[in-house]
């Protein structure tokens, strides 16, 4: 088997992975798997299931490349997200097991999401992909980066190549713009803009 391309960009490895290329697929393992290690990391703290939720994420990109939407954020950033995804989805797994076995006096504490991921979460309705899209491409790979990669905002100053000042800057002014725009919304839409004032 011939090497991939290291001189495809990710969105163009991303489109030949839509097309069936295991080659691409490499490519973009051994461009971003290390990441997406440290994030999986980062919520299971368990090398295996670490390994595992990688496994998965790259398998889903493999499965639903087509899915991939350049103009919300970076194809790392993506990849990211469907990293951070599968290792919640593992811990709650591994929650439901544990309940099932040790019973509902286990006294190790619960694995939950922090409150303003909870609240930008609750966001995911259309109101709040509109309002998403409607960010600038920078503030919005912020937000995916932070909230839903789970990553710092001087980690995503490293992953960006930006200043901190800059990044903190740029989700100032995204979480603001969303609020706005969110506000526009009709009344019953309003827990959102609660979620986001809190």
């Known amino acids: 088997m011939s ?18 290329s295991g080659q691409a697929l490499e490519l973009l393992y051994e461009r971003h798997a290390p990441a997406c ?16 939720s990688v496994q998965e994420a790259f398998l889903d990109l493999w499965r639903h490349a087509e899915r991939y939407d350049a103009s919300r954020c970076s194809v790392r950033a ?23 076995r040790l019973g509902p006096h286990d006294d190790r504490p619960d694995v939950t999401p922090a409150p303003d ?12 992909r509109r ?22 905002q001087r980690e995503i100053a490293t992953l960006t190549s930006a200043p901190i000042g800059t990044v903190k800057t740029r989700m100032h002014h995204a979480l603001k713009d969303l609020q706005a725009t969110l506000s526009t919304q009709p009344v019953g839409e309003g827990r959102h803009d609660a979620a986001l004032s809190g």
């Open 3 to 20: 090497q991939p391309d290291n001189r495809l960009s990710d969105q163009a490895a991303l489109a030949r992975c839509a097309d069936g």
């Open 37 to 52: 290690m440290a994030r999986a990391l980062a919520v299971l703290r368990d090398t295996d299931h670490a390994e595992d």
């Open 78 to 100: 993506w990849l990211l997200m469907l990293t951070h995804r599968k290792a919640v989805d593992r811990v709650r797994t591994e929650q439901r097991r544990r309940t099932e």
């Open 117 to 128: 991921v909870q609240a930008l979460t609750a966001l995911l309705g259309e109101q709040a």
């Open 131 to 152: 309002a998403l899209a409607a960010l600038t491409y920078v503030k919005r790979e912020t937000l995916v980066l932070s909230y839903w990669g789970g990553y710092t």
